[in-house]
């Protein structure tokens, strides 16, 4: 059987999806989000895949042996990871942003690929609303015949084989945080943040590349600005959009975390810090 554990603005999509398709799949939510799905069910509006309302099987533990895709937001990780920890999963896809979670779920014992989800979804009125019209997942060479990877891909999904965890995951990662970090920051889509801030657009990107190389994935500034660049200029972060509304917001996931891997490789990352210190500062 698959669970998706989280089933919000990405999870609720591809559960959504998946029991479309016709999968033996059931949604693990927290109790208030249970109750809902269960008396409403879980209604999508997609740009891509349509709208429709899915009445899928609800529970708020993971199945015994389940293969999971994992989409809680990173500050959720340390409060579903005993109830998964106790499922003993066939496989957990973890889609969660940044790279610090894939090593917490292996130090827990759990079979997982960290993978990394390219998807404008949100949840808006109890429905999730998924704009955009793509819906990329891009899975470790290692899990690509994973039996959630292969449902996803089943279910309509965009799926590639992107190399090591590593790569999957830094690859997102070293262009997601600038990008995250900018429009939070600025509290400005990111067209607007990069003509405004110039000059701390270009030390970030110059301060993560360094990172991300650091940690394996050789990365020059050139190509994450030009990435940032290629973006729609009105294209906002999830981390702004929560950072906004006073929190809770990945900030460690998306920041934090990039500057403790700064100080373990001796990288001096000024712009990184100042960011990171004002974004946490909001939310205190
Ligand atoms: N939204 C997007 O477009 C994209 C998001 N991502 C990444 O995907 C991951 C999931 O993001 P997203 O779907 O937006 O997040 P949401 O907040 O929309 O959904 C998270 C889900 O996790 C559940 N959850 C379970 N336990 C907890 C807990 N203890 N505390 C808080 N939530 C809990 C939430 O429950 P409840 O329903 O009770 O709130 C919710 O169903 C993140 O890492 C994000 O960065 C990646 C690409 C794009
Ligand atoms: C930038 C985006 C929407 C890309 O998928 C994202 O992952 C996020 O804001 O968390």
Redesign the pocket.
Known sequence: MLAV????????LLAALLHRAGEDVVAV??P??AQRLLADGLHVRSELYGEWTAHLPVATEAPDGAAVVL??????LP??LPDLVTARPAEVLA????TAHAETLRRAGLPVAGAS???????EGGAVVHRGGFCNLTVPDDAASWRTTRALEGAGVAVRAGGTETEVLWRKYAFLAPMALLTSWTDAPIGPALEREPALAAGLVAEVAAVATAEGVPTEPAGLDRALRRLPETMRS?LQHDVHAGG?A?IE?LGGDLLRLAERHGIDVPVLARLVGDVRGRLR
């Open positions: 554990v989280g089933p919000g603005a990405v999870g609720g939510a927290r208030a989000t989409a809680v937001k990173a500050y959720a409060h579903v889609l969660l942003n940044g989800i390219q998807v404008e979804s949100m949840r999830s809770p990945e996931a």
